[in-house]
């Protein structure tokens, strides 16, 4: 074959094509029904029974809608057990306000990129840009690392001191008007950095914009709330009522959960990463100099045998996740043999070191492991908490098979107290540098 193609070439294509009958059988029942309907596996998804044998108490499912917040809605499903327990409430009754992490996160990310370009030795747009230092900066999705660094500095409320408002609920107009008008304030600071304006100047001006930018999310999110009264009933049927609460007392009132001990464990293997490693993202966060995104870099079996000792203790495991793929959300069934795209296409799928190395998957969904199921000392499945909504899959909640957790778990948040002695020195290493726009 010459270096293109010509036409002799199709129909040579074309002939070997119509000489294989079976084709043209499946190209007459794909183009009518679909991909999915004729290459899924209905036997794949009866071998993933909702059951397990670790298992925490369902609780009310969240809906995230078309917003980009799942990290948000993971990390409050992180510690709802432990705040629903403090309360003395059934995990079913309890809902915390994810629109006020968000008012806050949005605020903090705007001055996490006005302090990098404030940083910069030189107001150089030539390295602005190959760095992509603005291409993420305000963004909706997140980290747990972001989560946790509004929580401590915040606090939070109950979902019924800040609700979800109209634009709470879908990402694109707010996280649109937002970018701009944060670029724009940084084209000004760039303007000023060239003046050679100091520090003090810089900084007064940097004040200016964030005002602005309280007010803008004050007019969309609504205004959070700095104190509240709050009244709930708890299992004895006891009216409890606080007065005067801020969300900073709430917090330290009914979270008693440590999350400075939660560590980011990873699992990417890919070709600009080792085993044992520790890995931090430049340029990205919210509280300034303190949401690095870090992890550990750790061999699969390793993350599984993490998230096993942590739900035995009843505590869930937030994580992250390459999800689009080999999933039936009317079942729930997420299993990597759940269609038969090898048998009807004719080609091998990307091993996971593949894919991560030519860029087919990557982080782009947060939920949590509520549950396993171990025979003879092995997983076998998980159960996914998710957060959209009950109306698909079993309630809300996904069966992970195993194979799964194999190919598209990227990282895992896990408490300390879980880590091996070897484990816990890995995280002593100064962090390798990795691009904004790496996997992981």
């Known amino acids: 074959m010459e270096e293109h193609i010509c036409l002799e070439d199709i129909k040579s294509f074309s002939k070997q094509y119509n000489d294989n009958l079976e084709n043209k059988i499946i190209e007459k029942a794909m183009t009518k029904e679909g991909i999915e ?9 009866a ?31 992180t510690i709802k057990y432990n705040v629903a327990k403090n309360m003395n409430i059934d995990i079913m009754d309890l809902e915390l306000s994810n629109n006020y992490i968000a008012f806050f996160d949005k605020l903090e990310k705007s001055n996490h990129i006005y302090e990098n370009i404030i940083d910069l030795e030189n107001a150089d747009l030539f390295f602005i840009r190959e760095e992509k230092m603005t291409k993420f900066c305000v963004t909706e999705g997140g980290f747990w690392q972001y989560f946790v660094a509004i929580v401590q500095k915040y606090g939070m409320v109950p979902k019924s001191i800040m609700p979800d408002v109209m634009e709470s609920r879908d990402y694109e107009k707010i996280e649109t008007i937002y970018r701009e008008k944060v670029k724009k304030d940084i084209f000004y600071l760039l303007q000023l950095k060239q003046e050679r304006k100091t520090l003090e100047e810089l900084r007064k001006v940097k004040a200016t914009f964030l005002q602005e ?12 709330k700095f104190n509240f009264d709050y009244e709930y009933q708890d299992k004895n049927n006891q009216i409890l009522s606080y007065k005067n609460l801020t969300p900073i007392s709430f917090r330290d009132k009914f979270l008693n959960l440590d999350l400075n001990n939660f560590v980011s464990i990873g699992n990417v293997p890919m070709y600009n990463k080792e085993y044992g490693k520790m890995y931090v993202k430049k340029y990205l966060g919210n509280v300034f100099q303190k949401s690095e995104v870090t992890f550990l870099n750790l061999p699969i079996e390793d993350l599984k045998e993490l998230v096993i000792k942590q739900l035995k203790d009843e505590q869930p495991v937030w994580f992250g996740i390459y999800h689009k793929k080999f999933r039936d959300k009317q079942s729930g069934v997420l299993d990597t043999r759940l269609y038969r795209y090898q048998e009807m296409f004719d080609f091998k799928p990307l091993t996971k070191k593949e894919a ?55 990282n895992i948040i896990i408490d300390k107290k879980y880590l091996s002695v070897n484990q816990l020195k890995l995280l002593e290493q100064e962090p390798l540098y990795l691009d904004v726009e790496d996997s992981l």
């Open 213 to 224: 930018n309280y007010n803008l999310l004050s007019k969309i999110l609504g205004e959070p």
């Open 37 to 45: 309907k004729i290459c899924i596996n209905k036997e794949i998804i």
């Open 356 to 410: 991560l190395d030519l860029g087919d998957i990557w982080l782009d969904h947060a939920m949590c492991f509520c549950g396993v199921h171990i025979v003879d000392g092995k997983s076998i499945r998980w159960k996914v908490e998710d957060s959209k909504g009950d109306k698909e899959k079993v309630n809300g909640y996904y069966v992970m098979n195993d194979n799964y957790f194999d190919e598209f778990v990227l």
């Open 47 to 77: 071998r993933n029974q909702p059951v397990f044998n670790i298992e925490l108490p369902n609780s009310k499912r969240t809906n995230q809608e078309n917003s980009h917040k799942c990290w948000i809605y993971a990390g409050l499903n």
